[in-house]
């Protein structure tokens, strides 16, 4: 089958994304380490976060370079918190991205610890000492952006709710504050991280922030439909595990033709944001609006 120009433009800036990972995540760190890192972070996954980086600072003619870092940095806090999410005291899942999880290949000490140096080494990257394209008010605004999506207020906060809503009911308004922070938070900081890299008016940056939190909404309910219609091997992680641990989604709480729904909606929003937007070369960021919610892993 002829791939498109997006389907090249997404094959393409994921080999350049897991090409920098490669150079940037130490195989030598003590003891192991660096391998276990390795193992959380190489090979796998969709890259969404780091193609939307991409994406909107191409949108608002950014720097590749930067973005590129941006996009890197992105995707080792997700890879992290995916390390712990899966561990025995959080969600305890063996399987992530079609293999073991890293405390089942490495033990849950050393995955500890690789959760901790990926998070630490995403700070690091976006923070060189002698890259042109990084200047220090750049460098501190991506901290920022990245560094507030991923604390209290954002992932880990909305994980700490995840923890303490298992087997409990809840309404719609606290299941959407808590995936706002969860999963929300990180994929429009991604989107404003890529903005970050080149030149949005105020305009555009309020629409791109729409943007990025209706879609990154909608990656969660449709994470949630996926949870409950696929099996594990599409989806590369164990298929009814929310289900089977009594935690509320957007399938239980709405029903899952409500979900379905509720999922083109937010599409619909994301989309709406971006033509506000006005920003011309914004293609690849509607296309992957569409890839979102079309996804079927």
């Known amino acids: 089958m002829k791939l498109s120009e997006f389907d090249i433009w997404m094959r ?18 003590p003891a192991g380490l660096g391998m276990a890192m390795r193992y959380g972070v190489l090979d796998g996954g969709k ?10 600072a191409q949108a608002v003619h950014g720097a590749h370079a930067a973005a590129m870092r941006a996009a890197c940095a992105v995707e080792l806090i997700h890879a992290y918190s995916l390390v712990h999410d899966d561990m025995p005291c959080m969600d305890n899942d063996v399987l992530r991205r079609g293999k073991p999880t890293v ?5 849950e000490a050393q995955a500890m610890l690789a959760g901790d140096a990926m998070q630490a080494l995403a700070f690091e990257v976006l923070t060189p000492d002698d890259d042109p394209a990084m200047p220090a ?20 906060g909305g994980q700490a709710i ?27 900081a991604s989107v404003l991280m890529g ?45 009814g595990k929310d289900l089977d641990n009594n935690k509320p989604t957007y399938v239980t709480v709405l029903g899952l033709d409500a979900a379905r729904r509720h999922a083109t909606e937010l599409r619909d929003k994301a989309q709406a944001a971006l033509a506000r937007s006005g920003l011309r070369d914004a293609a690849w960021l509607s296309l992957l609006a569409d890839k979102v919610v079309e996804r079927e892993s």
């Open 195 to 239: 903005a970050a890299c080149g030149h949005a008016t105020a305009a555009q940056w309020d629409a791109l922030g729409e943007y990025g939190d209706a879609l990154g909404l909608a990656f969660q309910v449709v994470d949630d439909i996926l949870d409950v219609t696929q099996a594990s091997a599409t989806l590369g992680k164990t298929a």
């Open 12 to 29: 393409r800036e994921a080999e350049a994304v897991e090409a920098a990972l490669d150079n940037w995540v130490p195989a030598d760190a």
């Open 162 to 188: 995840d923890l303490a809503s298992i087997g409990r009911p809840l309404d719609e308004h606290v299941l959407r504050d808590m995936h706002h922070r969860k999963t929300g938070a990180l994929l429009q």
């Open 47 to 56: 890259r969404v976060r780091p193609l939307l980086v991409l994406a909107a």
């Open 103 to 107: 405390h089942v290949q490495f033990g």
């Open 137 to 156: 008010p750049l460098q501190a605004r991506l901290c920022s952006l990245l560094a507030r999506s991923a604390g209290h207020a954002g992932m880990a």
